[in-house]
């Protein structure tokens, strides 16, 4: 008995072992393509790596010829050699110089429906079909099936080495025979090669008649409905300021990378050179600006200027981030000042309380008395001057305090909405304004208060009495959370980065997308298209030429808070 039960159990042992055996034999590894993507981090040259479903260390340890030790020095950040790897998270490889990177290589050819559909049981022996995909071009794609570029051209009748993501082409199984030298030819007048067809329902393979005027045709063709331009473009950033990494710079960098990539899934090619320029430094050459269909970046006014006289004007050099910068692109040609300056807000601020002002309404500009009027409070004051607008001044004191209620009471109607606009950028003028504002309002007087993005800035305004004087604010930024896109912008942005977007990673990303875009339809005459608006996520876009031949952004967001403590986008 015990003899049989051994036996027994000896035979469950083999056939597990033997399942086991042929899972392995089945189970092939991940592909992983030795990316072309390349970026600058602490001095050093980096591969930037996003990870597939099923890689593993080991594999992109091999695939670009470095070991694992290395790859855990240069993602710290990351604690990859306790926590692993995810799927879509980038990685940085380093470069290891004289050392050619060879991809490991293991393939599994699959006979799949697409080989049924556009083939017989013997076309599918002599090719398998290969559907393109968004970070793929034809080298990697010819280094996959280690068959050669010309071999994939010729069985496809392929001009141009050019392909598009979801393309579905066909690989050789036999490559030489559609090598030079193999007596392949090209098919002659009436003859035919079945073509295979693309997502965009265009066909990589067809021969048909005359080659050569269909080349011909395909190029006239290509001109006038195929706008879409290769773009090279620089990213200069401070990213290691005061010898640690500024989190805001690589909050933009990750914003304006996802950007890239969403853009190349849309099967735009982008040439995407990054540099860290802190302390001044000006890593990159005159050569290299004069390749660069734009540059984006750097932030300070200083960095803007020493870019500026590196470049010779070769290029577009796009302000970022900061406002101040807007007079440069008053003065020198070739910039865009990205973030729409407080001029632009102010006029909007002022021509949306024209739009909503009715026939028993007030308007009251509010000044702070005994002090010369700045720069901000000036153009508040000229701007509502200027625009024929029917208003009453009032001027006050902060020290003058419950005094001034009754006068500021006296001063409204009863009968309409009174709109109070404060010509005032002093954090404690505007925070008594504020308050002073809020106790009239519950003498039942109906009140709006109107401001551009500098009062949102001083946190020590309570929320609440925003919600009640129902701000409208003409603002730069703001993100509507409600909106599809930018739904999907965070859900992308956290598989990948593992953490929430800050403002500047929403910057990144608008920036990198509109003036990619723009590029891209209309190639190097994209400043001079007509059609310099666009909608981001957080900001929008109208670009309009100074007279010094640089660009300004005056495009303004209007927000409301509401009583029910919501705040909304309205335009």
């Known amino acids: 008995m015990n003899r049989y039960l051994t036996t027994f159990v000896a035979s469950l042992c083999l056939t597990a072992a033997s399942g086991t055996i042929t899972a392995a034999q089945e189970y092939v590894a991940p592909q992983v393509v030795v990316s072309t993507d390349k970026v600058r981090y602490n001095g050093k040259v980096y591969y930037s790596h996003i990870v597939q479903e099923r890689q593993t260390l080991y594999s992109i340890s091999k695939a670009y010829n470095v070991t694992l030790q290395e790859i855990y020095d240069a993602n710290p950040n990351l604690h990859l050699n306790t926590e692993g790897l995810k799927k879509d998270q980038i990685i940085l490889i380093p470069i290891k110089e004289g050392v050619t990177q060879t991809p490991t290589r293991t393939t599994k050819v699959e006979t799949t429906a697409d080989n049924k559909a556009d083939s017989g049981d013997d076309k599918a022996k002599e090719y398998t079909i290969h559907r393109v995909k968004w970070f793929e071009d034809l080298t990697s794609i010819a280094r996959k099936y280690m068959v050669s570029k010309e071999s994939i051209m010729n069985i496809n009748g392929m001009t141009s080495e050019k392909v598009r993501r979801k393309d579905k082409i066909k690989i050789p199984t036999h490559p030489e025979k559609w090598e030079k030298g193999s007596g392949y030819e090209v098919a002659s007048a009436g003859s035919s090669t079945e073509g295979t067809s693309t997502e965009s329902g265009s066909s990589t393979g067809a021969v048909t008649g005359d080659d050569s005027t269909c080349s011909e045709n395909d190029g006239v063709f290509d001109r006038i409905f195929n706008k879409r331009h290769k773009t090279s473009m620089a990213l200069l950033l401070p990213f290691n300021t005061a010898k640690k990494a500024d989190s805001q710079m690589m909050d933009f960098y990750c914003g304006a990378l996802l950007a890239a990539k969403d853009l190349g899934e849309e099967g735009r090619e982008i040439d995407m050179n990054v540099y860290d320029v802190a302390g001044g430094a000006m890593p990159v050459t005159e050569e290299r600006f004069s390749e660069s269909d734009f540059v984006i970046g750097p932030v300070s006014n200083t960095d803007i200027a020493r870019t500026i006289n590196a470049s010779k004007g070769k290029t577009w050099i796009v302000s970022p981030l900061d406002p101040r910068a807007e007079v440069l692109a008053d003065t020198i040609p070739n910039i865009i000042q990205a973030p729409s300056p407080t001029k632009a807000q102010i006029a909007d601020m002022v021509r949306w309380v024209d739009s909503d002002l009715k026939t028993n309404d007030k308007v009251i500009l509010i000044t702070q008395k005994g002090v010369a009027a700045n720069g901000y409070s000036a153009n508040v004051i000229n701007e509502v001057r200027n625009s024929g607008l029917r208003h009453s001044d009032l001027s006050f004191n902060i020290l003058e305090g419950r005094q001034i209620m009754g006068r500021i009471s006296a001063m409204m109607t009863d009968n309409g909405t009174n709109r109070v606009v404060v010509a005032s950028d002093s954090k404690a003028f505007v925070i008594e304004v504020v308050r002073l504002l809020y106790l009239i309002s519950s003498q039942k007087k109906e009140i709006v208060l109107y401001s551009t993005s500098k009062l949102r800035t001083f946190e020590e305004i309570d929320v609440e009495q925003l919600h009640t004087l ?33 403002r500047t990673a929403f910057q990144g990303y608008d920036l990198m997308k509109f003036f990619t875009t723009a590029h891209s339809e209309y190639g190097s005459k994209w400043d001079k298209s007509g059609n310099l608006k666009g909608t981001g996520l957080q900001s929008d876009f109208n670009l309009v030429k100074t007279s010094r031949g640089g660009y300004l952004n005056d495009a303004v967001r209007r927000i409301v808070y509401n009583p029910d403590y919501s705040v909304n986008l309205i335009r």
């Open 470 to 502: 129902n701000l409208h604010s003409s603002v730069s930024y703001f993100v509507d959370y409600d909106s599809k896109d930018v739904q999907n912008f965070l859900m992308k942005y956290r598989a990948l980065y593992g953490t929430e977007p800050s």
